[in-house]
């Protein structure tokens, strides 16, 4: 066996939320396998091998374990919709903003520029449904109908705030498109300004309460510790992405914009030491978010509770989901005795890396260590 690049060693995820799993998850899983797959993507025997193994639906029936099978249906095929963007299986790169290769009548992305475009089309058939601004192609087509069971399930509100976090996401992946482009790494204060909306996280953190039956108004949304556990949410879940991904991108993308090959090019160390160093930066940011939930958390109404054990849950679905997952473990889809397989095992501990309490010292992030306005903890409406 050879191989030029090996997976690094990737310490146990620090997570304090418990592990959960939908009671109906393989009838989830099933059905999301056939959804996509009726678009006419993965049509082989080794692509639904892949998907079989790659468990992205996981992810919805972990983070909504008690939730109506139906709703965590959608989630779980959203989940699937955005995770299959630049896996090669049955010989080909399916499409997806990222992949740069689209199937059917869709045209290459091979620029920002080109992206922007087909991304602010993209947007407004999400707000417009019927609009037909982009030739027809199963990765649109299977985004527009998980929009369209979105709009049965939510208020015209919650549909909008979805797909505000759609136009997130895509501005953020036009920007990391353009790094690629251009053959350039950011700095690690850009990178982690960028990751956070790039991760995408922020589009199923908008399904929460679509998917859990509640309504949150703006001005739940809007109080500012709610707002920083979210984002502090969506960031841990995207580091924590960069971490278990490391090994698929050093192997697909090039350049490899990832959180440990910003560390070491910023400290100048060998990767093996950067993913230390990342750790560190992610459980300081994990113990931040635990002690403003658990300080907050009886000051907020039923609603703002659900959302923050939704965000919560969230982070501990992506970690669960993700050891098991091909995408991370075989990212080149090869049989192990031909190619290097990761391993995230133990994936999970109770203890954090540091137990550094001050603030991150880039200007962005360092918001979420406000401290809590006094008397907020002790009251509940």
């Known amino acids: 066996m050879s191989c030029e690049t090996a997976p690094l060693k990737i310490p146990p995820f620090f997570c304090p939320v418990p592990p959960a799993l939908h009671p109906e998850s393989e009838l989830i899983d099933r059905r999301s396998i056939d959804w996509l797959r009726g678009y006419g993507l993965f049509p082989t025997p080794q692509g639904l091998a892949y998907l079989r193994g790659s468990h992205f639906p996981e992810m919805a029936c972990r983070a909504f374990p008690d939730g109506d099978t139906d709703r965590v249906q959608v989630m779980a095929d959203f989940v699937q919709w955005t995770l299959y963007d630049d896996v090669a299986v049955d010989g080909n790169d399916f499409p997806g903003l990222r992949a740069g290769e689209g199937q059917g009548t869709a045209p ?209 679905a992506n970690i669960d989901m993700s050891a098991g997952s091909l995408r991370y473990i075989n990212p080149l889809n090869g049989p192990p005795d031909k190619t290097l397989w990761a391993d995230f095992h133990p994936v999970r501990t109770d203890t954090p890396s540091t137990t550094d309490p001050r603030p991150l010292p880039y200007s962005d992030l360092a918001g979420w260590w406000q401290p809590v306005p006094d008397g907020v903890a002790a009251r509940r409406p």
């Open 108 to 316: 290459r992305i091979t620029s920002a520029g080109q992206l922007a475009e087909v991304a602010g089309k993209l947007l407004r058939m999400l707000e417009v449904p019927g609009a037909n601004l982009l030739p027809p192609d199963p990765w649109v087509e299977s985004l527009m109908a998980v929009r369209d069971r979105i709009a049965l399930l939510a208020t015209p509100a919650q549909t909008q705030r979805w797909t505000a976090a759609f136009r997130e996401y895509l501005l953020a992946t036009c920007w990391n498109r353009d790094l690629h482009h251009r053959r350039r790494l950011p700095t690690l204060a850009d990178y982690l300004t960028l990751r956070t909306p790039d991760g995408g996280v922020q589009m199923y953190v908008a399904l929460s309460e679509i998917i859990g039956g509640y309504r949150l108004t703006a001005d739940d949304l809007a109080r500012p510790e709610v707002r920083a556990l979210k984002e502090m949410a969506c960031t841990i879940i995207a580091w924590d992405n960069d971490l278990f991904s490391h090994y698929k991108e050093t192997l697909t993308e090039s350049p490899c914009i990832n959180l440990v090959d910003i560390v070491a090019a910023e400290h100048r160390c060998p990767a093996q030491a950067a993913v230390t160093e990342a750790v560190a930066l992610r459980d300081r940011v994990m113990l931040r978010y635990t002690h403003l939930a658990d300080s907050v958390l009886p000051s907020l109404t039923a609603p703002q509770r659900r959302y923050v054990t939704d965000l919560g849950r969230l982070i501990a």
